[in-house]
């Protein structure tokens, strides 16, 4: 059974940078691709990043391209978010969510995923 635990949220001001962490305390892992949402108040779920854990191809939403890191350590069972120059409309609680279907990439609706961590919070001042 995955489960889905994140952490390292937190409120930051503008230009700093954060690392969230997302990790399957099942040790079980048995997803092809990871990603990343967030949630504003008032706003649907949106995508941030994926990554297929088989080959480590990852995709990105344009807000936060080359800003955001997403990547994976298949020994700690482990996904994380590094996310850089961060921006107060960043602000936003963040879910990782698994999915045990196959994608050429990680997919980028949440219907597709399967498993959903409980979230994280990430507020970020001007």
């Known amino acids: 059974q995955v489960q889905l635990v994140e952490s390292g949220g937190g409120l930051v001001q503008a230009g700093d940078s954060l690392r969230l962490s997302c990790a399957d305390s099942?040790?079980?892992?048995?997803?092809?691709?990871m990603g990343w949402f967030r949630q504003a108040p008032g706003k649907e779920r949106e995508f941030v990043a994926g990554i297929r854990w088989t080959n480590g191809n990852t995709n990105y939403a344009n807000s936060v391209k080359g800003r955001f890191t997403i990547s994976r350590d298949g020994a700690d069972y482990t996904v994380y978010l590094q996310m850089n120059s961060l921006k107060p409309e960043d602000t936003a609680v963040y879910y990782c969510?698994?999915?045990?279907?196959?994608?050429?990439?990680?997919?980028?609706?949440?219907?597709?995923?399967?498993?959903w961590g409980q979230g994280t919070q990430v507020t970020v001042s001007s």
């Open positions: 099942g040790r079980t892992f048995s997803t092809y691709a």
């Open positions: 969510a698994a999915t045990e279907r196959d994608y050429f990439t990680a997919p980028t609706t949440p219907a597709s995923y399967d498993y």
